[in-house]
């Protein structure tokens, strides 16, 4: 086993337990008392490291967030393990202004229907497979299909690129989504487009919008499952196969967020809220009462297979180079290991 001393983690700006456990010091303390150092991908001055949120290109990383970015880099050969998944449902909804005089899906046949595009976009372009599976599901509660509306896609020259500190985001850490589906709207290109989340409904909000359909807490898990539900936590394979008792003590460490949430809610929704960049009253209402309540760290059979649909949806749609086998991309090795500790 070779020696170690540091790694590199990233984190979604979404309610996930790594960020909460990272925000809480835990990570750092857990890896500095082994002698290792944790060094952020998302903080990184390097283009080239900061690409790795989303291709997971470096050794010895890990990462929690949304899902197409490691279905992504593991279709094109990228060899990682998915050792916990956390699903926390969110609110996810196709919305229109009042005056467009569509008020429930159906009336959506034949309507333009607005998704953002990044035609130069080297990685994958998440934000329009996020948009086009919510305008699938919304469409096929309704007995419909993406053939009968007019799919509108709105392009940016804008990549993707994390850029710390970046002049164009006013001093903020990012862009937020959904200004050019809100500009297209405003300009009467598009009818109606997807949002999701705390930021999405803080959106609707924002412009008065109608939520002509919201499924992001379906019962069924192939209508709700998104980039963002549910969310695993990936490593790269060598730092699995060098450091497994290290993945461990990490799966462990995200795995204690769950009960320290449902003791502190309050606490928890103030941590989620400051990651994504909203208020606390968004995170209550865009992922429900009992968002404290979800974020477990497992490897349930259902959260695999909706992950297997979804890779699907992204192979038929093109956002992903080649097929691959889902059931032997996760592993349960870490986490076994850390409920057998946990009980002893």
Known sequence: MSSLDSVWYTRCPAPTPLSIAYQLGWIDRQFQASGVSVRSIRDSKDPAIRQSHFTHALDYSFRQGGNIPPIWARSGGRETRVVGITTTDEFQAIIALPSSGIVQASDLKGRRIGVPRKPLEKIVDFQRATALKGVVSALLLEGLSHEDVELVYLDSSEVSLLETGNAAFLGLKRRYPYGDELLALARG??????????????????????????????????????????????????????????????????????SWAQAHPDDAVQLIASEIGVGEDAIWAANGPDVHKHLELTLDQDQIEAFHHFKDFLLEWGFIPGDFDVFSWIERGPLEAAARKAAA
């Open 189 to 258: 290109q598009i009818d109606a487009f997807f949002v999701k989340g705390g930021e999405g409904i803080v959106l609707a909000n924002q412009i008065g919008a109608v939520v002509v359909s919201e499924f992001g807490f379906h019962p069924d898990p192939k209508i709700r499952i998104n980039n963002g539900t549910p969310r695993p936590l990936t490593v790269d394979a060598r730092f699995l196969d060098d450091h497994f008792d290290l993945v461990t003590e990490l799966v462990a460490i995200v795995g204690r967020v769950a």
